[in-house]
């Protein structure tokens, strides 16, 4: 009769983890987070800020009307575009007032959602 529970608890024990390690990998590949992009920033007034992207990165600064920047959320418009070669500098106007704190000059933009598995393997093949 021993020999019976001590193999119950083992199965039973087994059953379980096989069980939340599926769902642990599961969670892994559904659940989504930010990425962000960082840009270099010049404070030109208290209400405006210059911002050097590729002509990619445009199309991201006209979808969002956001950004990040020391753990605050900035609203924006733009209001200028400058073209250069290959690049744009873009002129944003600000709803708050900003203040750049220290040496700190970036900003961060949402890009797109990645899962938790994604992100891991992309961290792994940067290094």
């Known amino acids: 009769m021993k020999n019976y529970r001590k193999k119950s ?4 024990f087994f059953v379980t983890t096989f069980v939340l390690l ?5 969670l892994l590949n559904t659940v989504k987070l930010w990425t962000f992009n960082s840009y270099n920033m010049a404070l030109v007034d208290d ?6 992207v590729t002509l990619d ?3 991201l600064f006209q979808d969002n009307n956001f950004f990040y920047y020391d753990n605050k959320k900035f609203l924006y418009k733009i209001e200028n575009k400058e073209k250069l070669e290959d690049e744009v500098i ?7 007032n900003f203040k750049i704190d220290g040496d700190d000059t970036t ?17 792994w093949r940067s290094k």
Do not use: A, G, H
């Open 9 to 12: 608890l083992l199965n039973l």
């Open 22 to 26: 599926f769902i642990f990998f599961y």
């Open 47 to 52: 209400n405006y800020i210059k911002v050097v």
């Open 57 to 59: 990165d445009t199309l």
């Open 90 to 96: 873009l002129t944003l106007k600000l709803e708050d």
């Open 107 to 123: 900003l961060l933009l949402p890009n797109i959602k990645k899962s938790i598995f994604s992100l891991i393997i992309d961290s």
